[in-house]
């Protein structure tokens, strides 16, 4: 009985493994076909606008023109060897 339980075990897990691969043969060939589309469009002299959604913008000027950067947490530095209990 146990034998039976892993053998059924085994074939779901390969079933799936299989269902899993052929989905993501899908995903790619249609991927694939979507990128192909959007060459031909590009080399017939289109170019595709973006979504709002997509475009970043970058952080606006401060005062003077600078821009401040967000500031990094000091760096620690390694204690010398006595203060960590080296003899």
Do not use: C, T, W
């Amino acid at each position: 009985m146990l034998a039976l339980a892993i053998n059924l075990l085994l074939a779901l897990a390969a079933v799936m493994a299989v269902l899993s691969l052929a989905d993501s043969a899908i995903k790619a060939r249609r991927a694939y076909g979507v990128l192909m589309h959007e060459k031909a469009v590009m080399n017939a002299g289109f170019i595709r606008q973006l979504a709002a959604g997509e475009v970043r913008l970058r952080a606006g000027a401060r005062l003077g023109g600078a821009v401040i950067l967000p500031r990094r947490a000091p760096m620690l530095r390694p204690l010398p060897a006595r203060a960590r209990g080296a003899a």
